[in-house]
C-alpha cells in the first residue's frame, strides 16, 4: 500500500469517527428526555455494542486504537442523563442492567464456541476466532464497568451537590474523562495485559480518544441544546 493511499485510508477513518461520535451523542441526546427505561436500553445496547467491537483495530490521528471507544463514551453520557432526570434508583437500575447485558453477552458466547460444528463449516473459525476471547474480556470488562460506574456516580452526585444545577456541561465533561481514564487503566491492566504488546501504548492511546471522543460528544450534545432553545423560541414566536 502507497503512502498516499495509506493517508486517504487514515482520513477516511477520521471523516467515520466524527460521523460515528455524532449519531451516538445525537442518539443519546434525543433519549435524554423519554422514560429510565428507554434510556437504559439504550445504555445497555451502547455497552453491548462496545465490547462487540473491541477487538478491531484501527489507524486515527496516527494512534492506533480500538474501533469501540465511542461506545464507552455514549454509555456515560447516557447514564448522566439518567441521573440529571431520574432518582439514584433509577441510576442503579440501569447500572445492574447494563452489568446484566454484558454477563450474557459472554455466556452466549461461552456457548456458541463450545458447540461442534459440522464438517467443513466454514463459519466456525470465525466465530471461534472472534468470540473464543469474549468470555474473559466481556467478564473483565463488566466488573471493571460496574466499579467505574460507582466511583463516576459518586463523583457526578458530589459535584451536583456543590454546583446544584449550575455547569452541567462541565460535570459531565469532568464526569467522562475521569471515567474513560479511569476505565482504560483498569480493562488494559486485567483484560489485555496478557495480550497486548506494549500495553503503555494502549492506556496512552485510547485514553487520549475517549478524551477526544467526550470532548466532541458534549460540543455535539451543547450544540444540539442551543438549536433546540432556538427551535422552541422560532416555534413559540410564530
Same mark, same amino acid.
Given at each position: 500500500?502507497?503512502?498516499?493511499? $495509506?493517508?486517504?485510508?487514515?482520513?477516511?477513518?477520521?471523516?467515520?469517527?466524527?460521523? +460515528?461520535?455524532?449519531?451516538?451523542?445525537?442518539?443519546?441526546?434525543?433519549? $435524554? +428526555?423519554?422514560?429510565?427505561?428507554?434510556?437504559?436500553?439504550?445504555? !445497555?445496547?451502547?455497552?453491548?455494542?462496545?465490547?462487540?467491537?473491541?477487538?478491531?483495530?484501527?489507524?486515527?490521528?496516527?494512534?492506533?486504537? /480500538? /474501533?469501540?471507544?465511542?461506545?464507552?463514551?455514549? @454509555?456515560?453520557?447516557?447514564?448522566?442523563?439518567?441521573?440529571?432526570?431520574?432518582?439514584?434508583?433509577?441510576? +442503579?437500575? %440501569?447500572?445492574?442492567?447494563?452489568?446484566?447485558?454484558?454477563?450474557?453477552?459472554?455466556?452466549?458466547?461461552?456457548?456458541?464456541?463450545?458447540?461442534? %460444528?459440522?464438517?467443513?463449516?466454514?463459519?466456525?473459525?470465525?466465530? +471461534?476466532?472472534?468470540?473464543?476471547?469474549?468470555?474473559?474480556?466481556?467478564?473483565?470488562?463488566?466488573? @471493571?464497568?460496574?466499579?467505574?460506574?460507582?466511583?463516576?456516580?459518586?463523583?457526578?452526585?458530589?459535584?451536583? /451537590?456543590?454546583?446544584? #444545577?449550575?455547569?452541567?456541561?462541565?460535570? !459531565?465533561?469532568?464526569?467522562?474523562?475521569?471515567?474513560?481514564?479511569?476505565?482504560?487503566?483498569?480493562?488494559?491492566?486485567?483484560?489485555?495485559? #496478557?495480550?497486548?504488546?506494549?500495553?503503555?501504548?494502549?492506556?496512552?492511546?485510547?485514553?487520549?480518544?475517549?478524551?477526544?471522543?467526550?470532548?466532541?460528544? @458534549?460540543?455535539?450534545?451543547?450544540?444540539?441544546?442551543?438549536?433546540?432553545?432556538?427551535?422552541?423560541?422560532?416555534?413559540?414566536?410564530?
Amino acid at each position: 500500500m502507497s503512502f498516499l493511499e $495509506r493517508d486517504l485510508e487514515n482520513v477516511m477513518n477520521e471523516l467515520w469517527f466524527f460521523v +460515528h461520535i455524532v449519531w451516538v451523542g445525537s442518539l443519546a441526546f434525543y433519549c $435524554r +428526555h423519554k422514560s429510565a427505561e428507554v434510556q437504559t436500553t439504550l445504555m !445497555v445496547v451502547y455497552a453491548i455494542l462496545g465490547n462487540l467491537m473491541v477487538l478491531k483495530q484501527m489507524s486515527l490521528f496516527g494512534l492506533q486504537v /480500538t /474501533t469501540a471507544d465511542v461506545y464507552a463514551v455514549g @454509555v456515560i453520557l447516557v447514564l448522566n442523563y439518567i441521573r440529571e432526570s431520574y432518582d439514584d434508583k433509577a441510576v +442503579h437500575q %440501569a447500572m445492574v442492567y447494563s452489568f446484566a447485558g454484558l454477563a450474557l453477552l459472554a455466556l452466549a458466547a461461552y456457548f456458541q464456541v463450545s458447540y461442534e %460444528a459440522l464438517p467443513g463449516d466454514k463459519m466456525d473459525a470465525a466465530y +471461534h476466532q472472534l468470540m473464543q476471547p469474549f468470555p474473559k474480556i466481556v467478564m473483565v470488562s463488566a466488573v @471493571v464497568y460496574l466499579v467505574v460506574q460507582y466511583v463516576d456516580n459518586r463523583l457526578f452526585s458530589w459535584m451536583r /451537590t456543590l454546583a446544584g #444545577d449550575r455547569y452541567f456541561m462541565a460535570r !459531565v465533561l469532568f464526569s467522562l474523562i475521569f471515567s474513560q481514564v479511569l476505565d482504560t487503566v483498569l480493562f488494559s491492566l486485567y483484560a489485555l495485559g #496478557d495480550i497486548a504488546a506494549s500495553l503503555w501504548d494502549i492506556i496512552v492511546f485510547s485514553s487520549l480518544v475517549k478524551i477526544l471522543c467526550s470532548g466532541c460528544m @458534549v460540543f455535539n450534545t451543547a450544540i444540539s441544546q442551543r438549536l433546540s432553545g432556538l427551535w422552541q423560541k422560532i416555534s413559540q414566536a410564530s
